[in-house]
C-alpha cells in the first residue's frame, strides 16, 4: 500500500503490453528444514515484457523442453517442503496463461495475482497478496523470499542462508562480483569517473525480508520509488532502517535478459537431464556385456549409467530418480519390454515436467535380419504415441560383431547425443550403430 493508501497500481489504463528450469540445487531437504522452522512465502514478480529479449513472447512463458521457464522456476521453490506459498504477479493480460500453466504442470502452492506497470509494483502486489491470504493452511509467513521470476536456477542450501539472515537482520540479499567495472559519465557522454570494482558487488536474487519490513517499506516509499527503482533492499533501509545482509550466491544466480540468456539457459536444462540413464539389460549375458562396455563408454562422455536387468523391486527406484532409460534387446524384435517402460513412466506420471527418453537399444546376432528388415515401423508407431505424453523414443539397432567395444561406443555416442538433444525431430528413428 503505497501513501494514498490504494494499491500500488495507479489507476491508469493497462499498457498495451505483450508479457512472457531447473532442478533446484541438489540439496539436503532435510538440513534446510531442520535450519527453516518458521513460516517463508515466495513473491515471484513475472510481470514485464522481456523487451531486451527482442521477441514478442515474455521470456518468462519461453517454453524450454516443452515448458515454461516460469514453470523451472516455481518448481524449484515447490520442490524446497519448507516453502509454504509462492505468489506470482503476473500481466493482468496473462492471468489466463498463468493459471493454465500452474494447472497443466500440477504446481502446488501457488497463485497468481495481478502484476504492476513496474516491477516494484508487481512485487508489491505480490507481497500484499500474502498479506490477504486466505488459503487455511498458510498463515502470514515470517520471511518473504522475492526472486525474479526469469532466475529459473535457485539452490536451496543459498536459499536457506538467505531466508536465516533474512529472519535474523530483516532483510538479506544475493551479491556477485561484477564482472565489468562501473563508470559515470557526464551529460556530453564523456567518462566522469570510475569506481573502483573491488569495492562494490552486483545485486542479485533472492532476496529475504520479513514480512513486516518489506510490508513497511512498500507502504512507507514514494511513486518515484515505484516507478524507478530497481532495488528492494533500498527500500528497506530507507524506509524502514534495516540494513541488509549481504551474502554471495553461486553463479547460477544470473538472470535471463537477453536472446543469448534463453540459449544458455536450455542448455543448463539438457544438461541436467542428461547427467545419467538406467540401462535394462533383461540379465542377458550379451545385454550385460554391451551395457558394462556402455558404461566405459559413456563415462568419457561425463554421463553414468545404472545397469538393471528389469524395472522391478528395488530397481524401481530407476523410474522415480531417471530422466533417460535405455532397453537392450537381444534378437527378439517386439518392443514389448520398451512398452512395459511406458506403463511404468505413466503410473509414475514421469513425464509431467522433463521429456523422459527411451532407447530401444536392438543386438541381433550375426545369422539374424536386422530390425529394420524384419520390423521397420514398429518403434516408429509406438514413439508416435509416446511423443504425445512427452516420452520420446529412439532406436539404434547394433549387429553383432568382433568389434565388440568399437560398437559400443558407437551405440554410447548416438545414445548421449539422443539423451542431450532430446530432439523430436529423431524420434521414432532405428539409427545404425
Ligand atoms: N512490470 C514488471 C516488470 C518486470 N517484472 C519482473 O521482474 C523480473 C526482472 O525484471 P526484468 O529482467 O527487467 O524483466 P522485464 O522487465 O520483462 O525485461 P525488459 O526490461 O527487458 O523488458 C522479471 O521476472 C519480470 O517479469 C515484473 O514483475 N513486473
Ligand atoms: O537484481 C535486481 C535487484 O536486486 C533485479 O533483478 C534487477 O534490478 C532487475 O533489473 P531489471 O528489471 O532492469 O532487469
Not at 520479513?210 to 513497511?216: C, E, G, K, L
Not at 533492499?233 to 553463479?251: F, R, V, W
Not at 512395459?340 to 550375426?366: G, K, M, Q
Amino acid at each position: 500500500m503505497n501513501t494514498r493508501g490504494d494499491n500500488c497500481e495507479p489507476h491508469r489504463p493497462a499498457h498495451p503490453r505483450i508479457f512472457t528450469m531447473c532442478e533446484a540445487g541438489k540439496s539436503d531437504h532435510h538440513s534446510a528444514e531442520r535450519c527453516v522452522d518458521f513460516p517463508v512465502s515466495v513473491v515471484l514478480p513475472a510481470g514485464g515484457t522481456g523487451e531486451r529479449t527482442g521477441l514478442q513472447t515474455p521470456k518468462q512463458f519461453c517454453t524450454f523442453l516443452g515448458r515454461p521457464l516460469i514453470s523451472y522456476t516455481i518448481q524449484a521453490f515447490e520442490s524446497m517442503p519448507w516453502i509454504q506459498s509462492i505468489v506470482v504477479a503476473v500481466a493482468k493480460e496473462n492471468m489466463d496463461l498463468m493459471t493454465d500453466i500452474i494447472q497443466r504442470f500440477k504446481h502446488r502452492k501457488v497463485r497468481a495475482v495481478p502484476g504492476g506497470s513496474t516491477r516494484h509494483r508487481s512485487i508489491c502486489n505480490g507481497v500484499l497478496a500474502l498479506g490477504e491470504e486466505e488459503r487455511p493452511a498458510v498463515g502470514r509467513p515470517k520471511v518473504v523470499i522475492i526472486h525474479d521470476a526469469v532466475r529459473p536456477f535457485v539452490e536451496e542450501d543459498f536459499l536457506c542462508k538467505i531466508a536465516m539472515a533474512a529472519k535474523e537482520q530483516g532483510a538479506a540479499g544475493a551479491i556477485r562480483p561484477l564482472v565489468s567495472t562501473v563508470i559515470a559519465t557526464t551529460s556530453e557522454g564523456y567518462l566522469d569517473h570510475s569506481l573502483e570494482r573491488a569495492k562494490y558487488r552486483a545485486s542479485e536474487m533472492p532476496q529475504g525480508f520479513t514480512y513486516d519490513v518489506i510490508s513497511q517499506a512498500y507502504q512507507r516509499c514514494s511513486e518515484s520509488d515505484f516507478e524507478f527503482g530497481t532495488e528492494c533492499l533500498h527500500l528497506a533501509l530507507q524506509y524502514c532502517g534495516t540494513n541488509a545482509k549481504l551474502i554471495e550466491g553461486p553463479p547460477t544466480l544470473w538472470k535471463v535478459t537477453y536472446k543469448r540468456d534463453l540459449a544458455a539457459a536450455e542448455s543448463i536444462i539438457k544438461e541436467t537431464l542428461s547427467r545419467s540413464a538406467c540401462v535394462i539389460t533383461g540379465g542377458l549375458a550379451e545385454a550385460v556385456n554391451l551395457a558394462d562396455a556402455l558404461r566405459k563408454a559413456v563415462g568419457a562422455l561425463d554421463m553414468e549409467l545404472d545397469i538393471v536387468p528389469d524395472l522391478m523391486g528395488d530397481n524401481a527406484r530407476c523410474l522415480l530418480k531417471e530422466w533417460n532409460f535405455i532397453q537392450v534387446s537381444v534378437s527378439h524384435s517386439c518392443l514389448s519390454e520398451v512398452e512395459a517402460i511406458l506403463v511404468a513412466l505413466e503410473a509414475e506420471n514421469r513425464a509431467l515436467l522433463h521429456p523422459v527418453v527411451v532407447i530401444w537399444v536392438h543386438f541381433s546376432r550375426t545369422d539374424e535380419l536386422p530390425v529394420s528388415e524384419r520390423a521397420p515401423t514398429a518403434i516408429t508407431e509406438l514413439a508416435s504415441t509416446a511423443k504425445h505424453r512427452n516420452i520420446l523414443i529412439y532406436g539404434i539397432q547394433l549387429k553383432q560383431s568382433k568389434h565388440w567395444e568399437r560398437s559400443a561406443s558407437r551405440v554410447a555416442e548416438i545414445a548421449s547425443a539422443l539423451i542431450r538433444e532430446r530432439s523430436p525431430a529423431l524420434v521414432g528413428q532405428l539409427l545404425q550403430a
